[in-house]
């Protein structure tokens, strides 16, 4: 199968682009400015450019795409609104549009902060309720995408752990880089997620890529833990000291990016419908990288 993964320099959907290319899949990594994985055949492009994904299709001819291009910092989302809506609500509508009419598979990646964060463990069923740009047009793009192609799915991805793409961390590798450097790190005690791995994501998107379900799948990891929590797991694992952790609440987050408290998310339907499940965290943990860009992760 061969499968267009956009957004392929990303810290996930480059990290994505390798796994799936581990697997057997014929990839093809269309990225922008930052690096997608060596070895890969790549496309440089800016997906916004009138004309931009219908050509990408043509050129490269895919039985499927993965979706993974995005704003993703919730800070400049803030910052650029008009940004954020073009390639996190548009692009994906007219990338829906292009697919749906060339019978191309699509898999469209969103996220756990869609949600208003005042519930543990929401499921599909959950109405969201995002609190700011980033989640906001993030909702709107899997709207735009599922309506302009109702045989496409959506994964919605929990916070990302374990090794990643390219010079910025996973949760788990920013805490290591921190700790290791001696620097300390601040974490929300009253701030939870249920940690993800691009390997567990890799798995699902396999499934959904050989298969034809549709609709929303929420992919979270197996357990449910604060930042904090986390963090000292991360020290735990990879055997690095703790004492730099200090708690953090929300409540004294300066940033302007809103923070929704509890995104934690059940992944039952991915599990009945696709058979998936995600690793253990601690394995999860064990794969993130020694540093920025390494290949090697802490032992
Ligand atoms: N990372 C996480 O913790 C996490 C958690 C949950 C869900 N997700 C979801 O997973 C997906 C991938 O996230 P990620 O972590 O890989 O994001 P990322 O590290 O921010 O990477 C996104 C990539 O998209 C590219 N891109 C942005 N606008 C583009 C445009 N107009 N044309 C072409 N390329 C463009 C960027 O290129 P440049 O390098 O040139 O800017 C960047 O390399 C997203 O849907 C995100 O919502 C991520």
């Known amino acids: 199968m061969r499968v267009l993964v956009t957004g392929a320099g990303g810290l996930l959907g480059g990290r994505l682009a390798a796994l799936l290319a581990e697997r057997g899949l014929d990839v093809c990594a269309a990225h922008r400015r ?10 440089a492009l800016e997906l916004t450019d009138p004309g931009a ?27 650029r609104p008009d940004v954020a809506e073009a390639v996190n609500t548009r692009l994906p509508g007219r990338l829906a549009a292009a697919c749906r009419s060339r019978r191309i598979r699509l898999v469209g990646l ?70 290791r450097a001696a620097r300390p790190v601040r974490l929300f005690a009253d701030e939870f997620r249920t940690p993800v791995d691009a390997e567990s994501v890799a798995a699902a998107l396999a499934l ?6 549709t609709g929303r799948f929420h992919l979270g990891g197996p357990e449910r833990l604060s930042r904090l929590e986390l963090g000292h797991r991360v020290a735990r ?16 987050y300066p940033g302007p990016d809103p923070r929704p408290a509890d995104t934690s998310l059940d992944s039952t339907r991915a599990r009945r ?16 990288r020694t540093e920025p860009n390494s290949e090697e992760p802490y032992q």
């Open 110 to 179: 969103s996220t756990d902060l869609v949600l208003d964060g005042t519930q543990a463990l929401s499921d599909e069923a959950v109405t969201p309720a995002p609190l700011g740009v980033y989640g906001r047009t993030k909702l709107a793009g899997e709207e735009a995408l599922l309506a302009r192609d109702p045989s496409a799915a959506v994964a919605r991805v929990a916070l990302v752990v374990g090794r990643g793409h390219g010079p910025r961390g996973t949760a788990s590798e920013a805490v290591a880089w921190s700790l």
């Open 237 to 252: 694992v990879l055997g690095l000291p703790a004492e730099g952790i200090e708690a953090g609440f929300q409540a004294t």
């Open 53 to 79: 994904v219908e050509d990408l299709l043509e050129r490269q001819r895919p039985d499927a795409v993965v979706h993974a291009a995005v704003l993703g910092r919730t800070d400049q989302c803030e910052a």
């Open 208 to 213: 959904l890529l050989e298969g034809e379900a």
């Open 273 to 288: 419908v696709l058979r998936w499940m995600a690793r253990p965290l601690d394995e999860a943990l064990r794969a993130t």
């Open 34 to 43: 930052s690096a997608p994985p060596p070895g890969l055949p790549a496309v």
